[in-house]
T-cell receptor
Framework: QKEVEQDPGPLSVPEGAIVSLNCTYS??????FMWYRQYSRKGPELLMY????GNKEDGRFTAQVDKSSKYISLFIRDSQPSDSATYLC?????????????FGKGTSLLVTP | ETGVTQTPRHLVMGMTNKKSLKCEQH?????MYWYKQSAKKPLELMFV???????ENNSVPSRFSPECPNSSHLFLHLHTLQPEDSALYLC???????????FGEGSWLTVV
């Protein structure tokens, strides 16, 4: 079983829709949870960062972590065509002398005008 | 403008060539990373440097040779690569191997 599972999509939604992106994981030691956005032919850009369970909101974006279910989500409200990108979830746990960061495969999102 | 810059952005090389990828970070971080991103695969960690010392080598073939002369610069030397090595190579940095890392724009490598 892969440590981080993420549906690759593609996910296509109309402009203005609420988007829900999700990842599941198997390692209960993960403590830090991140979402990266990657535009075509660009490097990943850190979007949201949360520690442990709960919600975090930043503008149109809300990150949600449910450690009991080993499930994280990213919600995008009022989606825009400029949100079209691949969204990567990542999570880390402290091991030995540092952190091990594990990525999902990424979900491709297309927001159509 | 990203705090992590990579050059070249695109590279085409033959299997017998020797080339290098360069990364520079302007964030004052102490840890630097090389990742490989192939289509339909998760990001693969290749190397980690912390305070210029290599702390992880994720079973990467010896045809990839990293070099970290100081905390701000990281190189990936490439020699006798294979076509399956064609991918996006991403450099990243973080403060003291913390969980949050910041990526450069990547170097697109095509091996012919």
């Amino acid at each position: 079983q892969k440590e981080v599972e993420q549906d690759p999509g593609p996910l296509s939604v109309p402009e203005g829709a609420i988007v829900s992106l999700n990842c599941t994981y198997s390692n209960s030691a993960f403590q830090y949870f991140m979402w990266y956005r990657q535009y075509s032919r660009k490097g990943p850009e850190l979007l949201m960062y949360t520690y442990s369970s709960g919600n975090k909101e930043d503008g149109r974006f809300t990150a949600q972590v449910d450690k009991s279910s080993k499930y994280i989500s990213l919600f995008i409200r009022d989606s825009q065509p400029s949100d079209s990108a691949t969204y990567l979830c990542a999570m880390s746990a402290f091991i030995n002398s540092g952190y091990a960061l594990n990525f999902g495969k990424g979900t491709s999102l297309l927001v159509t005008p | 403008e990203t705090g992590v810059t990579q050059t070249p952005r695109h590279l085409v090389m033959g299997m017998t060539n020797k080339k290098s990828l360069k990364c520079e970070q302007h964030l004052g971080h102490n840890a630097m990373y090389w990742y490989k991103q192939s289509a339909k695969k998760p990001l693969e960690l290749m190397f980690v440097y912390n305070f210029k010392e290599q702390t992880e080598n994720n079973s990467v073939p010896s045809r990839f040779s990293p070099e970290c002369p100081n905390s701000s610069h990281l190189f990936l030397h490439l020699h006798t690569l294979q076509p399956e090595d064609s991918a996006l190579y991403l450099c990243a940095s973080s403060q003291d191997k913390e969980s949050t890392i910041y990526f450069g724009e990547g170097s697109w490598l095509t091996v012919v």
